[in-house]
């Protein structure tokens, strides 16, 4: 039976892609803060599941929470970080924006690095970081937000360059999501909305083939390639 990590499992993606494991062969250590989701978790696969609460802003007990999944768990194939965090703020309140960063950069750096180390001592290993379209492009009403999957998906790319040059099988997958069904996709304006059932089936599927880049659902990736060349003059107009 593999093993897995799912950073951000109390809730909308990271939940979904948790119970698609478990229904794959997995065995599960899940994280969050909101202790009762992760509580109700175990009740329902009490053999197939682990739990530590854990706050990512809090990157000084990262690593002792992900060593002790890893020792309940038995060992670790496959480490998926679905914890992240946006919010509006046109008026650029650097508390809210200092916030997103903690979260989406301070936390998924630490997080990011722990299972690269991990992997690496290992030889071999699989991380997964969902990401955002909107690391694409910037955003007027959220620059936080934007910018941090910026970073995200630049890192990603790094650890993948770092990883092929250490020598050790290790996968690196960026998923970029386009609007899922989750509490994070609120708001007017919203399209081709994706449920977290059909999300977490093609991050699976993903998974499976390896990709270093999957938008989800697929038709995002002609989004991506659009957002890419779009000119400012049009990007104003968004
Ligand atoms: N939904 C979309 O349309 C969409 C689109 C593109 C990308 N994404 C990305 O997908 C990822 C998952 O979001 P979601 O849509 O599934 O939203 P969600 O339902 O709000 O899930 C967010 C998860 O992150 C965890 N989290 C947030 N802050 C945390 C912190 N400080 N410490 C620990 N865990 C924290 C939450 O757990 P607790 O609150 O229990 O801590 C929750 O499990 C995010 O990175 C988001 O940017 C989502």
Redesign the pocket.
């Given at each position: 039976m593999k093993k897995a990590i799912v950073?951000?499992?109390?809730?909308?993606?990271?939940?979904s892609i948790a119970e698609i494991l478990l229904q794959n062969d997995y065995t599960v250590g899940v994280?969050?803060?909101?202790v009762e989701?992760l509580q109700s978790l175990k009740e329902k696969n009490p053999d197939k599941i682990c739990f530590c609460q854990?706050?990512?802003?809090d990157v000084s007990a990262v690593e002792s929470i992900c060593n002790n999944l890893v020792d309940q768990l038995g060992g670790l194939d496959l480490f998926i970080?679905?914890?992240?965090?946006?919010d509006e703020n046109k008026c650029l309140d650097f508390s809210i924006e200092n916030n997103v960063i903690?979260?989406?950069v301070q936390?998924f750096t630490c997080l990011a690095d722990w299972g690269m180390q991990y992997f690496k001592k290992q030889g071999h290993g699989y991380l997964v970081n969902?990401?955002?379209?909107?690391g694409l492009i910037g955003n007027g009403e959220a620059p936080s937000?934007n910018a941090t999957?910026a970073f995200q998906i630049n890192y990603l790319e790094g650890l993948r360059l770092n990883a092929d040059k250490s020598g050790a099988e290790i996968y690196v997958t960026d998923v970029?999501?386009?609007?899922?069904?989750?509490?994070?996709?609120k708001g007017d304006g919203?399209f081709w909305?994706a449920s977290?059932e059909k999300a977490a089936q093609q991050i699976l599927a993903a998974m499976q083939r390896k990709k270093k880049i999957v938008y989800v659902t697929k038709r995002w990736r002609m989004i991506g390639f659009l957002l890419k060349i779009m000119p400012y003059s049009l990007l104003r107009k968004l």
């Open positions: 950073i951000g499992a109390t809730s909308g993606i990271g939940k994280t969050g803060r909101r989701m854990m706050d990512v802003q970080i679905s914890a992240g965090i946006g903690k979260t989406n936390g969902i990401s955002s379209i909107a937000y999957k970029r999501p386009g609007f899922v069904d989750t509490d994070m996709a919203l909305v977290v």
